[in-house]
């Protein structure tokens, strides 16, 4: 698959909002779409919503395209932040969302290279992330990356609690 690697801008809310929710409700309507999914979909996944992140200076968006056509994206939060476990401090990997029919075909590991490296670009010692502790396709993905497992959590919305995977990586020369 012949992609490129991008900064996102703000004209890429549009397009962002509409990958994300498609691959949000592939990973975890797994089951149908449940009311709570839908809603964390239309809330979390807007265009208001990214419009809002991609003018935050302290998020930095990386897209993957096929010409003009959006296969992924990585939302880096850029200012180090503390895991919520682990004793883990550095920038964190918010979001790493790859359409589909792209999965396997090295959009990810590019966008995770490329997240690396701006956390690196920081001089931040560590990138983490939190993953759904029932996505084992990333929680693989993340493991062959070189993340360690850093501990258990759970993320609650529209009164529904999942459990969920810190990973965290130490960055080269750390």
Same mark, same amino acid.
């Given at each position: +698959? ?10 890429? #809310? ?13 990973? *975890?309507?797994?089951?149908? %779409?449940? /009311? !709570?999914? &839908? ?14 992140? @991609?003018?935050? $200076? ?11 056509? @959006? %296969?992924?994206? &990585? ?6 932040? #503390?895991? /919520? ?10 979001? @790493? *969302?790859?359409? /589909? ?13 490329? #997240?690396?490296? %701006? #956390? ?5 010692? &560590? ?5 759904? !502790?029932?996505?084992? $396709?990333? @929680?693989?993905?993340?493991?062959? $990356?070189? *993340?360690? !497992? ?9 009164? +529904?609690? *999942? ?6 990586? $130490?960055?080269?020369?750390?």
């Amino acid at each position: +698959m012949n992609f490129a690697l991008r900064d996102g801008t703000r004209d890429d #809310a549009e397009t962002l909002a509409a990958l994300s929710i498609q691959v949000f409700l592939d990973t *975890y309507a797994t089951e149908g %779409v449940r /009311p !709570d999914l &839908a809603q964390e979909a239309f809330t979390e996944y807007s265009i208001k919503a990214f419009a809002k992140r @991609l003018r935050d $200076r302290g998020r930095r968006f990386v897209v993957a395209e096929i010409g003009t056509g @959006l %296969v992924g994206f &990585a939302e880096i939060v850029t200012k180090e932040g #503390a895991a /919520p476990i682990g004793g883990i401090t550095g920038v964190r990997l918010e979001r @790493l *969302y790859v359409q /589909p029919g792209a999965q396997g075909a090295g959009v990810g590991k590019a966008l995770v290279e490329r #997240a690396e490296q %701006v #956390a690196a670009q920081g001089a931040s010692k &560590a990138i983490w992330l939190i993953a759904w !502790d029932r996505n084992e $396709r990333a @929680l693989a993905f993340y493991a062959r $990356r070189g *993340y360690s !497992d850093v501990g258990a959590g759970t993320y609650t919305f529209q009164e +529904m609690t *999942y459990g969920t995977r810190v990973l965290a990586k $130490r960055l080269a020369g750390t």
